[in-house]
């Protein structure tokens, strides 16, 4: 059965916002945590409103970081997995993971800092790449509707 090329990207698409929203969201918690630590009070009002304003914030920028991480990670994984015939769970949850350690490690270099906040701690960078591992596997469920069927019901190959 052929991809739909159209299914192929909204599925792209749709992988890459919610990896970017859990990004998002994840970096916001462990800056908010650190807040914490320091003696800062954080309601829950407060909680929500600075990761809906991270999120918006962060759209364009990391949001696009994100984007094209990803487009890379997933290819060279759909390459790898042509010739060693991975599983399509672990080829592109590893793409992902891998996608999101490269953005971070690469940013550095190229502005002296950690960009995201949330991922200057070893548990904040493992989330980040969790992020990426779960859009992986979200992406990796896509691809059965880009085909032409159900995400519901897991497939025989």
């Avoid at 990207?9 to 970017?20: G, M, N, R």
């Avoid at 954080?42 to 999120?55: C, K, M, Q, S, V």
Wanted: charged share 10%.
């Amino acid at each position: 059965m052929q991809y739909s090329k159209v299914k192929v990207v909204c599925a792209f698409l749709v992988t890459s916002l919610i990896a970017f929203l859990l990004a998002s969201i994840f970096h916001t918690q462990f800056v908010l945590k650190e807040l914490i630590a320091i003696g800062v009070e954080i309601n829950f009002g407060t909680r929500l409103a600075t990761t809906i304003e991270d999120i918006v914030g962060l759209a364009p920028g990391y949001g696009a970081i994100v984007t094209v991480g990803l487009l890379i990670g997933f290819t060279v994984m759909a390459l790898i997995r042509k010739y060693f015939h991975l599983p399509r769970y672990m080829a592109y949850a590893l793409g992902g993971g891998l996608a999101f350690a490269a953005m971070h490690w690469l940013m550095y270099p190229i502005f002296y800092i950690t960009l995201i906040a949330g991922a200057r701690t070893n548990l904040g960078f493992i989330f980040q790449c969790l992020a990426g591992v779960i859009g992986g596997l979200i992406f990796a469920r896509l691809l059965l509707w880009a085909r032409g069927r159900s995400i519901f019901h897991e497939p025989k190959n």
